[in-house]
Every structure is written in structure tokens, then in C-alpha cells.
């Protein structure tokens, strides 16, 4: 049976997007999705998105294979990915949608603005260490700038989840942190249970961060919209940073604000078709 896909990126965080809604499961495996994210063997992405049927009264459900197979519970580009993909299946092309979707953190709500860019609500920050989940402090506490022991040298961390797991670290400048050796340290390190993101950040100004990432499951990617946030909301707990600033990624910006008023984090940034093709 052939299968119909789209490719999609957000800032050069590509995915495969499948058109699964009248069903509850994938029609996919983790395996499958491993051979179509290889950039050699297969189409090439970071992850495949299936948009399927709503539950528990949302539009839809969101799921999510990592391009090692993992299954996280959250993906903040894949998400104005599947917001965008889901507008054109309903054949919508003006603008202002929004769609309740269910994914494993929580009822997440993406928004289609006028000037084609997406803002999500991505929920409440999750700041305990037994929500993150990390052993670095007891359960009911924060972890805030707690040194971590990683590839020889004591780093500075700050542990938030936006439903998947992130650590992040201030650095003087990111473009000097060996990604490709560190990361995988950090993300297999033993104070993470479920393993982790890692955000490596500099701090430009009061309302602008840069950032590299280490993704769990994905490796070096040119963004990632969960990390964006998690990397705001360490900056505030921290006061390194405003409620509000732009976070610069490898493949462009992202414009993040952590509510005063409802606690909820606001993620604005752009949604690409690439272009569709049958499996
Ligand atoms: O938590 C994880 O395992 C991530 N690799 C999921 C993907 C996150 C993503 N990059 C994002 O934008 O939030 C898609």
C-alpha cells in the first residue's frame, strides 16, 4: 500500500508528515521511521509526525517518532509543522485557525496567524526534578544552576520540561562547545532517567539568546521549538533573561514569552512545505 507524506520543515527541523486521521495508531513503526528519517537511505528528517484522529474531545492527536525510533512526548517545530499540514488536508487557506491537540504533554493549542507564522501554547513549564525526570536534586525540588559533572569538566545546569525533558547551560560562546562529543554525554548522562535535550545558550542581551541544541534521539539539529522554550524559561528562573526574547537557533528565530498572567510558554515561528511524495 502506498503511503502519501509531506515533508515539512520549522527552521531546518525537518519532518515527515503522514495524513493519519481516521485512525488512533501510526500507520508506521518506530523501524519504518528510522529508514525514512536516514538522509541517505531514506527521505532524510529529524523525526515523522502522524496526525491522528482527536481524543478526549481535542481535533486531533500528534505523535511522534524521533529519528532513532524513540517516541517523545512533545515537538514544538513538529507541532506549527502538523498545525500547517492539518490546514491544508481541511483545504483551509485563510488564516487564524486553531486547532486542541492531544499529545502525550498535555492538550497542546498551535494557531495559523495571517502572516503564515504559527503561535503555540505550549502549556505550563514543568520545573520539579521528579517531573523533568532528573535525580540531580530530590523530587519537589527546582534545579537551578546545580553542577553536573559532564565529560570531565562541572557545568552550570537548569533542568525544565515542556512535557519532554531538557537541560540547559549558559555558556560564554556556543559556538565553541564540541556539540557532537558533549551532547551525547549529556543525554545518556545517569542523573536522566528518560534521558535528555540539551540547550547549550548564550546570553546576548536581556531579550535575545542563542542557542545550539543536542536533541535526545536526534542528535544535532538546526532547532528545536521545546528547547527554545525550556532555554527562556532557565533564563528567567535564572535572571539572565526577560519573560520575553527571541532565541536565535542555527536555522533562524523563534519568538518565546513565558506569561506573567497565565504561567503558560508562547512560541512564535514559521512552518515550511517542503514537498510530498509516496512511500
Ligand atoms: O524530546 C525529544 O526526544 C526531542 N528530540 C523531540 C523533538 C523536539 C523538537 N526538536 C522540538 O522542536 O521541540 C521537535
Known amino acids: 500500500m502506498a503511503i502519501e507524506f509531506t515533508k515539512y520543515h520549522g527552521l531546518g527541523n525537518d519532518f515527515i508528515l503522514i495524513d493519519n486521521r481516521t485512525l488512533s495508531l501510526p500507520v508506521l513503526t518506530p523501524e519504518e521511521a528510522i529508514k525514512l528519517c536516514d538522509r541517505h537511505f531514506g527521505i532524510g528528517a529529524d523525526g515523522v509526525i502522524f496526525a491522528l484522529?482527536?481524543?478526549d474531545g481535542t481535533d486531533y492527536?500528534?505523535?511522534?517518532?524521533?529519528?532513532?525510533?524513540?517516541?517523545?512526548?512533545?515537538?514544538?517545530?513538529?507541532?506549527r509543522c502538523l498545525a500547517q499540514f492539518i490546514a491544508e488536508l481541511e483545504g483551509i487557506s485563510s488564516q487564524d485557525s486553531e486547532y486542541r491537540i492531544h499529545t502525550l504533554a498535555g492538550v497542546i493549542?498551535?494557531?495559523l496567524r495571517r502572516d503564515g507564522q504559527v503561535i503555540v501554547d505550549m502549556g505550563l513549564p514543568r520545573l520539579l526534578a521528579a517531573e523533568i525526570p532528573t535525580t540531580l536534586c530530590s523530587g519537589d525540588e527546582k534545579?537551578?544552576?546545580?553542577?553536573?559533572?559532564?565529560?570531565?569538566?562541572?557545568?552550570?545546569?537548569?533542568?525544565?520540561?515542556?512535557?519532554?525533558?531538557?537541560?540547559?547551560?549558559?555558556?560564554?560562546?556556543?559556538?565553541?562547545?564540541?556539540?557532537e562529543t558533549v551532547g551525547p554525554k549529556f543525554e545518556h548522562h545517569s542523573v536522566f532517567p528518560q534521558r535528555t535535550n540539551?540547550?547549550?545558550i548564550q546570553v546576548v542581551g536581556q531579550?535575545?539568546?542563542?542557542?545550539?541544541?543536542?536533541?535526545?534521539?536526534?542528535?544535532v539539529t538546526l532547532a528545536c521549538g521545546t528547547g527554545?522554550?525550556?532555554?527562556?524559561?532557565?533564563?528567567?528562573?535564572?535572571?539572565?533573561c526577560d519573560r520575553k526574547a527571541t532565541v536565535e537557533l542555527p536555522g533562524g528565530p523563534l519568538e518565546i514569552e513565558?506569561?506573567?498572567?497565565?504561567g503558560r510558554v508562547y512560541m512564535t515561528g514559521p512552518a515550511e512545505k517542503v514537498f510530498t511524495g509516496k512511500i
Open 53 to 55: 484522529k482527536g481524543q
Open 61 to 79: 492527536t500528534m505523535r511522534i517518532f524521533n529519528s532513532d525510533g524513540s517516541e517523545p512526548e512533545m515537538c514544538g517545530n513538529g507541532i
Open 109 to 111: 493549542t498551535p494557531k
Open 143 to 179: 534545579v537551578v544552576n546545580q553542577p553536573l559533572e559532564v565529560d570531565g569538566k562541572s557545568w552550570d545546569v537548569t533542568c525544565v520540561s515542556m512535557g519532554n525533558p531538557h537541560c540547559i547551560t549558559f555558556v560564554e560562546d556556543v559556538a565553541a562547545i564540541p556539540l
Open 198 to 200: 540539551t540547550e547549550f
Open 207 to 219: 531579550d535575545y539568546l542563542k542557542m545550539r541544541v543536542w536533541e535526545r534521539g536526534a542528535g
Open 228 to 240: 527554545a522554550c525550556a532555554a527562556l524559561v532557565a533564563g528567567v528562573l535564572t535572571g539572565r
Open 258 to 262: 513565558w506569561s506573567e498572567v497565565d
